[in-house]
């Protein structure tokens, strides 16, 4: 089925000013740990021509994601700047850092803990991984303390929704990652959480990323309404830029980060060319891949 059907029909960017259907809020969130590459700018195509789209009023937010304190940097986040107004997108209204919200978060997980749904953890991530966290630390009733990570208590449940692109998903996140992670042992706030905050509180209601992303949508969207939002994000996720039929582009494959190629002389429509054929989107541009599918 066609994207615009599907947005229209999850009450999002009728392309009618008048209509009293929810405005299209979206966003473009990239973290300054590194400079811009292909990915980002696929991404971005989606995410503008989407808005673009889907009538006047659709809106297209920019978000810092620095919750990282380590790994972010200043720097990183001016080139990522200067690399999108030369790519031409602007963003509606005032970008946001996530390093300026803590005090949102904190709220929110206020609200969490006092419904009794978070409780501290002692793992260090060496000891339990990055993947399914067992509930090592579920019933220590640990007092929150510095050094201790929060996680929050996910119920066995399903979580279905309608992918844009990809149809009808169904997920289990209780099997899939076990307790959420919301802060770490050194006090940063996670990716999982920092999002779902903001886009509940920024009235996102289109998140559009890549589909190697998928695997946690069903968590976010359990997240979202643990922390009280009625009705979670509508999700799109777009293809990965793939080196050949089977492999995706990473950056040792070179030749994929916007810098560069603006070095080497690369107009911004090229560059904008080139993430839409790496991702085997031949028609060009999105909005004629949109517009094709009208
Ligand atoms: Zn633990």
Redesign the pocket.
Known sequence: MEIQTRLIEQGLGTGDPQSLITRLITRFAPAPTGYLHLGHVLNAIYVWDIARASGPGARVLLRIEDHDRARSRPEFEAALLEDLAWLRFAADGELTRQSERGALYERALDELRARGLTYG???SRTE?GSGW?PG??RDKRLRESAGL?I?LRLEPGVERFDDLRLGRQEQQPSEQCGDLLIRDRHGNWTYQFAVVVDDWLQHVNLVVRGEDLLDSTGRQIQLARLIGRERPPAFLHHELLMKNATQKLSKSDGETGVRDLRAKGWSSEAVIDRATSLAGLSRGRITKFLSSHH
């Open positions: 953890c002692e793992c339990i966290y090592t630390c990570g996680r």
